[in-house]
């Protein structure tokens, strides 16, 4: 059983700073794909941004690029997610999840068989 903690959410105002962190344990978090995503009230779940095992490969969505940044320290089994130049339309709850798959990795929601419990990322006008 693999167990995600995410910390570092709160209240910014737009053009502000977080990084997020996700700390995992209970599997060998250096051999898959860590992925972050995130859900704003009345909206669905959405793809945020992911990280190879290696951190050789990312990926994000296009609302975030040149913005956010995911990387990884596999000695620490931590992921991060560190924001810039934050705007209101980040605000979000934000789901760290793990790969189910040796290798897998991707925006896709189905590759991710484990879930944070989330943190709330709230960026003020």
């Known amino acids: 059983q693999v167990q995600l903690v995410e910390s570092g959410g709160g209240l910014v105002q737009a053009g502000g700073s977080l990084r997020l962190s996700c700390a995992s344990s209970?599997?060998?978090?250096?051999?898959?794909?860590m992925g972050w995503f995130r859900q704003a009230p009345g909206k669905d779940r959405e793809f945020v941004a992911a990280?190879?095992?290696?951190?050789?490969?990312?990926y994000y969505t296009d609302s975030v690029k040149g913005r956010f940044t995911i990387s990884r320290v596999n000695t620490e089994n931590t992921v991060y997610l560190q924001m810039n130049s934050l705007k209101p339309e980040d605000t979000a709850v934000y789901y760290c999840?793990?790969?189910?798959?040796?290798?897998?990795?991707?925006?896709?929601?189905?590759?991710?068989?484990?879930w944070g419990q989330g943190t709330q990322v709230t960026v003020s006008s």
């Open positions: 999840a793990a790969a189910g798959s040796f290798l897998a990795v991707g925006p896709s929601s189905a590759l991710y068989n484990y």
């Open positions: 209970g599997r060998t978090f250096s051999s898959h794909g």
């Open positions: 990280i190879s095992w290696t951190g050789g490969s990312t």
